[in-house]
């Protein structure tokens, strides 16, 4: 068990940058339906008490075991809590979701969905008071990134951009029942694997914990409950993991409210009010293949795929086990008594049965037609012998009356005498069971031929990224060539211009040269009528 859990970001690293935002910035972002998540206050995570409230997650049961009872997060915990829409266009990230254009001008690249973090904070900077598209999704991309699906490497997945082609059309997107099930995703994770670096919106899992459970809830901000709830809770009082340990042990049925209730001003609102008109079911079991996200690894197919074989197996090993059983209990004979004499039709068919190894074997039940058998075989009757064959139209006195044995050529290691009504009821219960058997088989072979048309689909989208990588480094080999030869005709300049300067440097000497001897005659002839002057 992981004492304690770790995250990349914390409320204050949103807080701040929406403390950045101008007004007309603020009101871009609150037409996308995300804008009550502006006004949520800087929250300190208690990492303790999330440790241990996750600690108590039960990834069957998909919630929380207390003691005084099990308790689940809800869509309507999280249209009350955070103020996302929980209805509408589910959030899907597809594993064959084509590359777009606004991946790649985000930095994304084919091979590696995914923008970090700190490089959407630099462009966020950029923009100081601009309002644009480019703007607003951005700062989606970080909301997303580090409030709302948070993961443990500091970035963001790229394929989050598809939703954002036409911004119009974010607030169709059901992003609270994205936010409910990407948590679920991480919870089960951190039981799973026992995860250092938890992901989700761990904020809301701390503001759920403060609305349903009375332990280390802190004072409200007013009396009136602000909408969001989240703007309703001050900060906590720090305590140690053993203090949440021994609260949550003696925890009381009283402390714990087990289902948050809209107030009438809240209904009014419309997050609230669809999620009201929706039947109740739907509000306490969303269909998580309705708004799963599909970020599931090639790794964690295979691995459920393998649980799933495992867990049919052993169902049938256990089956099996109960068919043996019953075969031991008859005879090996089909010649014992029989009180009435009188066997009917038993219709022969075979049954394939599949064992602990995953093989099949056949088990032949052949017909058995006999009008009456004798209580007391003589020598003249018919036997039939450890390999259960017999003699074709063998005719068997029985009271002076002659009848005839059709078809009795048996080929069974074990066959039963006259069946009795309970024996009758065992082999219907036996064809029951291998009918289900069969179906759980075919449900299974329906699963595997899924997983593979998949892994073929994740394949094919891997030769084509790979082709579109081929197609990247050609671009740039191409690229890099130009500059090559652009760098060949720099050094043909340099050069000639080397060449002419050492011209230059030669003339240069020459003309000193020159220009001194000039100087020379020129201060002789005057020294010299200077002399004849003197004279």
Same mark, same amino acid.
């Given at each position: 068990?992981?004492?304690?859990?770790?995250?990349?970001?914390?409320?204050?690293?949103?807080?701040?940058?929406?403390?950045?935002?101008?007004?007309?910035?603020?009101?871009?972002?609150?037409?996308?339906?995300?804008?009550?998540?502006?006004?949520?206050?800087?929250?300190?995570?208690?990492?303790?008490?999330?440790?241990?409230?996750?600690?108590?997650?039960?990834?069957?049961?998909?919630?929380?075991?207390?003691?005084?009872?099990?308790?689940?997060?809800?869509?309507?915990?999280?249209?009350?809590?955070?103020?996302?829409?929980?209805?509408?266009?589910?959030?899907?990230?597809?594993?064959?979701?084509?590359?777009?254009?606004?991946?790649?001008?985000?930095?994304?690249?084919?091979?590696?969905?995914?923008?970090?973090?700190?490089?959407?904070?630099?462009?966020?900077?950029?923009?100081?008071?601009?309002?644009?598209?480019?703007?607003?999704?951005?700062?989606?991309?970080?909301?997303?990134?580090?409030?709302?699906?948070?993961?443990?490497?500091?970035?963001?997945?790229?394929?989050?951009?598809?939703?954002?082609?036409?911004?119009?059309?974010?607030?169709?997107?059901?992003?609270?029942?994205?936010?409910?099930?990407?948590?679920?995703?991480?919870?089960?994770?951190?039981?799973?694997?026992?995860?250092?670096?938890?992901?989700?919106?761990?904020?809301?899992?701390?503001?759920?914990?403060?609305?349903?459970?009375? +332990?280390?809830?802190?004072?409200?901000?007013?009396?009136?409950?602000?909408?969001?709830?989240?703007?309703?809770?001050?900060?906590?009082?720090?305590?140690?993991?053993?203090?949440?340990?021994?609260?949550?042990?003696?925890?009381?049925?009283?402390?714990?409210?087990?289902?948050?209730?809209?107030?009438?001003?809240?209904?009014?609102?419309?997050?609230?009010?669809?999620?009201?008109?929706?039947?109740?079911?739907?509000?306490?079991?969303?269909?998580?293949?309705?708004?799963?996200?599909?970020?599931?690894?090639?790794?964690?197919?295979?691995?459920?795929?393998?649980?799933?074989?495992?867990?049919?197996?052993?169902?049938?090993?256990?089956?099996?086990?109960?068919?043996?059983?019953?075969?031991?209990?008859?005879?090996?004979?089909?010649?014992?008594?029989?009180?009435?004499?009188?066997?009917?039709?038993?219709?022969?068919?075979?049954?394939?049965?599949?064992?602990?190894?995953?093989?099949?074997?056949?088990?032949?039940?052949?017909?058995?037609?006999?009008?009456?058998?004798?209580?007391?075989?003589?020598?003249?009757?018919?036997?039939?012998?450890?390999?259960?064959?017999?003699?074709?139209?063998?005719?068997?006195?029985?009271?002076?009356?002659?009848?005839?044995?059709?078809?009795?050529?048996?080929?069974?290691?074990?066959?039963?005498?006259?069946?009795?009504?309970?024996?009758?009821?065992?082999?219907?219960?036996?064809?029951?069971?291998?009918?289900?058997?069969?179906?759980?088989?075919?449900?299974?072979?329906?699963?595997?031929?899924?997983?593979?048309?998949?892994?073929?689909?994740?394949?094919?989208?891997?030769?084509?990224?790979?082709?579109?990588?081929?197609?990247? +480094?050609?671009?740039?080999?191409?690229?890099?060539?130009?500059?090559?030869?652009?760098?060949?005709?720099?050094?043909?300049?340099?050069?000639?211009?080397?060449?002419?300067?050492?011209?230059?440097?030669?003339?240069?000497?020459?003309?000193?040269?020159?220009?001194?001897?000039?100087?020379?005659?020129?201060?002789?002839?005057?020294?010299?009528?200077?002399?004849?002057?003197?004279?």
């Amino acid at each position: 068990m992981v004492e304690n859990i770790n995250t990349r970001f914390t409320v204050s690293t949103f807080i701040k940058q929406v403390e950045k935002l101008s007004n007309g910035q603020k009101n871009a972002i609150k037409k996308t339906g995300l804008g009550h998540l502006l006004i949520m206050p800087n929250q300190k995570l208690s990492k303790t008490l999330l440790a241990e409230l996750m600690d108590r997650w039960n990834c069957e049961k998909k919630a929380f075991v207390l003691p005084p009872g099990d308790i689940k997060i809800s869509l309507m915990d999280v249209a009350l809590i955070l103020g996302l829409h929980v209805m509408g266009e589910p959030v899907v990230l597809k594993n064959d979701e084509p590359f777009s254009h606004l991946e790649r001008e985000y930095g994304a690249v084919p091979g590696k969905r995914e923008i970090s973090i700190s490089a959407i904070e630099k462009s966020l900077e950029s923009f100081k008071t601009i309002v644009n598209d480019d703007f607003i999704r951005t700062f989606l991309l970080f909301t997303f990134g580090v409030l709302l699906f948070p993961n443990a490497k500091g970035t963001v997945d790229s394929r989050y951009l598809s939703f954002m082609e036409d911004l119009d059309k974010m607030l169709g997107y059901a992003w609270g029942a994205a936010v409910h099930e990407n948590l679920h995703l991480w919870l089960d994770r951190r039981k799973k694997q026992g995860i250092e670096y938890v992901g989700g919106c761990l904020i809301f899992v701390q503001m759920w914990c403060y609305a349903h459970i009375d +332990i280390a809830r802190p004072l409200h901000h007013g009396r009136n409950l602000p909408f969001p709830r989240s703007c309703q809770w001050k900060n906590s009082s720090s305590h140690t993991r053993q203090w949440f340990t021994e609260k949550f042990e003696k925890l009381h049925e009283n402390q714990i409210i087990w289902e948050l209730n809209p107030t009438p001003e809240e209904s009014q609102i419309d997050i609230v009010r669809e999620l009201l008109e929706m039947p109740k079911e739907t509000v306490e079991s969303p269909s998580t293949s309705e708004y799963l996200s599909r970020t599931a690894t090639d790794n964690d197919l295979r691995t459920q795929a393998v649980e799933l074989e495992k867990e049919l197996i052993t169902d049938l090993a256990g089956e099996m086990a109960d068919v043996q059983k019953y075969n031991m209990k008859l005879p090996s004979t089909l010649g014992s008594p029989s009180t009435n004499g009188m066997v009917d039709h038993l219709d022969s068919e075979e049954d394939t049965i599949i064992d602990v190894n995953g093989e099949t074997s056949e088990v032949q039940k052949d017909t058995v037609e006999v009008t009456q058998v004798s209580q007391s075989p003589s020598g003249d009757d018919t036997v039939i012998d450890a390999n259960g064959k017999t003699s074709e139209d063998t005719v068997i006195d029985v009271n002076g009356e002659i009848a005839e044995v059709r078809e009795v050529t048996v080929e069974v290691t074990q066959a039963s005498p006259s069946p009795s009504a309970d024996n009758m009821d065992d082999v219907d219960n036996l064809r029951t069971t291998n009918e289900m058997l069969e179906k759980q088989v075919s449900e299974m072979e329906e699963v595997i031929e899924e997983l593979r048309r998949e892994n073929l689909q994740r394949n094919q989208m891997s030769e084509k990224q790979v082709s579109e990588k081929e197609e990247v +480094i050609e671009e740039l080999r191409r690229e890099n060539q130009v500059m090559e030869k652009q760098i060949s005709e720099m050094e043909g300049v340099i050069e000639e211009l080397r060449r002419e300067n050492q011209f230059l440097k030669s003339h240069y000497l020459s003309s000193n040269i020159l220009a001194n001897r000039l100087e020379r005659i020129v201060f002789g002839e005057d020294l010299n009528d200077q002399k004849e002057c003197t004279s």
